[in-house]
C-alpha cells in the first residue's frame, strides 16, 4: 500500500481532492492536511512515497516544505500543485519538486502521475540510488556555458535567441529546460523535443530566473574528476541524436517516434553525468575498470553501483516528468531486447544511433561489426537487412 500525503491550505481543494481521490483508496493511503506543519510532522513519523504540495501557503510554503521532505525523506517523490504560474514560481518550483501539476487540476493526471512514479521504482531497485537520484535539484553544466550565458542574460541588449543557442550545447541546461517546457505546469498540448523552441516557449523571464537563481543551473565542478569530460560527453549525445534522427527519419517513423528518438538519444547518457556530478569516487572507480579490464561503461557501473547510467538516467527523467517513450528509449538504450516493445520504436532508433556514434568517435576496419549493438534484438525484430543503409545514413552525420 502506498503512502500520498496532500497538503493544501485552500479547505475546498482539499475537499475536492478527498471526494474525487476516495476511489483510490484500496490501492494508497491517504493524507490530507491544511498546512505544511503538520504534514512534516506525520512525514516525519513514517515516511511517504509521494507528497502533493500546494505553493502558496501561510507559515512554511511549498517550497520550504519540500525542501524539508526532501532532507527527511529524500526517498519520497515530490510534486507540485499550483495555481501560481509566475515565472518566479516556476522557478522556485523547479528547483524543489520532481514533477508540477497546475490548477484547476484533473484527478485523472494525478493519478496517472503518482501511478508512473510507482511504476519508476522498479527500474531502480536500490532504494540508496533512487534516494540520490531522488535528491537531485540540477544538473551541472559547463563552466563555460554557464557563463556565457549568465552574460547573456544579464546584458542590455540580451536575446532569447542567443540564449537558447548556448542552452542548447550543454547536457544539464537541456535536460532541465525540456523538464520544464514539458511539465503538465506550462500546460502545453504536445510535446516539445527541440530545447531552442523550449528556450523560446518558456521566454526570457522565466529563462532569466533559471540562470540567475543559481538553484537549478549549477556549474559542474571538473576537479572533482578530472579524467571525465562533460564536453565529450555532450558531443557524443549530439552525434548520438543526429544518428538517431537519421535512422528514424530513414525507417518511415511518425513524428511522435521521431520527437521521442531526438529527445531520448540527447539525453540517453545523462545518467553518467548524474554518478559522475554525485558520487566522483565511485566513478573514478568505473573508468578505472574500463580502462584497465575493457568492459563497456555500463558493466563497470554494474559492479561498482550494482545499476548502471541507462537506469539511473531513465529514473530521473521519469521523476522529472520527461515522457514514457523517452523513459523507455532511455532505460533501454544498451539492452533493447529486455524491453518489451515491438516493431521500430525510440528504443530501437537510439540504439542504434548511439552506437553507431561510438563507433564513429573510435573508428576501426570499415568492414567491422558496430560493436555495442544487441544482434539478439536485432535479428528478434528483423532490423539486420536494414543496418547497412541505417551506417550510410549515419556516415554524414
Ligand atoms: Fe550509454
Ligand atoms: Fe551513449
Known amino acids: 500500500m502506498r503512502r500520498v500525503v496532500f497538503v493544501d491550505d485552500a479547505p475546498e481543494i482539499l475537499k475536492h481532492l478527498q471526494r474525487t481521490l476516495a476511489p483510490m483508496q484500496s490501492e494508497w493511503t491517504m493524507q490530507f492536511f491544511p498546512s505544511a506543519t503538520p504534514a512534516l510532522a506525520a512525514i516525519r513519523e513514517t515516511p511517504c512515497d509521494v507528497v502533493v504540495s500546494d505553493m502558496t501557503m501561510p507559515g512554511m510554503d511549498g517550497a520550504q516544505f519540500l525542501g524539508e521532505v526532501r532532507t527527511v525523506c529524500p526517498q519520497t517523490i515530490r510534486i507540485v500543485l499550483s495555481g501560481d504560474q509566475s515565472p518566479a514560481n516556476y522557478v522556485r518550483s523547479a528547483s524543489i519538486a520532481h514533477r508540477f501539476l497546475r490548477k484547476p487540476f484533473d484527478v485523472a493526471t494525478l493519478k496517472a502521475t503518482i501511478g508512473q512514479a510507482e511504476a519508476l521504482r522498479t527500474m531502480l531497485a536500490d532504494p540508496a540510488l533512487r534516494s540520490l537520484v531522488n535528491e537531485i535539484k540540477t544538473l551541472p553544466s559547463l563552466p563555460s556555458i554557464y557563463q556565457e550565458l549568465m ?96 535512422i528514424a527519419k530513414g525507417a518511415g517513423a511518425s513524428q511522435p517516434v521521431m520527437d521521442e528518438a531526438f529527445t531520448a538519444a540527447l539525453l540517453h547518457d545523462v545518467g553518467v553525468l548524474v554518478l559522475v556530478a554525485n558520487r566522483p569516487a565511485d566513478y573514478a572507480r568505473v573508468l578505472e575498470l574500463v580502462r584497465t579490464t575493457q568492459v563497456p561503461d555500463w558493466a563497470a557501473e554494474r559492479e561498482v553501483f550494482g545499476a548502471d547510467h541507462a537506469h539511473v538516467g531513465a529514473y530521473l527523467l521519469g521523476i522529472w516528468g520527461l515522457g514514457d517513450g523517452i523513459v523507455e528509449a532511455v532505460a533501454f538504450h544498451h539492452h533493447p531486447a529486455d524491453c518489451q516493445a515491438s516493431g521500430f520504436c525510440a528504443v530501437t532508433a537510439v540504439h542504434v544511433g548511439d552506437a553507431i556514434a561510438e563507433a564513429q568517435a573510435h573508428p576501426g576496419p570499415v568492414s567491422s561489426d558496430v560493436p555495442g549493438l544487441d544482434q539478439s534484438y536485432l535479428t528478434r525484430e528483423n532490423f539486420l537487412p536494414q543496418l547497412a543503409s541505417w551506417r550510410e545514413l549515419c556516415a554524414a552525420a
Not at 542552452?167 to 500546460?187: E, H, P, R, W, Y
Not at 540562470?211 to 560527453?233: G, I, N, T, W, Y
Request: glycine share 4%; aromatic share 8%; hydrophobic share 50%.
Open 151 to 246: 552574460q547573456e542574460m544579464q546584458a542590455p541588449q540580451a536575446s532569447l535567441k542567443k540564449a537558447a543557442r548556448i542552452v542548447a550545447k550543454d547536457l544539464g541546461m537541456v535536460t532541465k529546460i525540456l523538464q520544464l517546457v514539458n511539465s503538465a505546469f506550462f500546460g502545453l498540448r504536445t510535446y516539445v523535443s527541440d530545447p531552442e523552441q523550449a528556450v523560446a516557449l518558456l521566454g526570457f523571464d522565466a529563462v532569466k530566473s533559471l540562470v540567475l537563481s543559481s538553484q537549478v543551473f549549477a556549474q559542474f565542478d571538473q576537479a572533482q574528476l578530472p579524467s571525465f569530460s562533460l564536453e565529450a560527453l555532450w558531443r557524443h549525445a549530439m552525434l548520438a541524436c543526429a544518428c538517431a534522427r537519421r
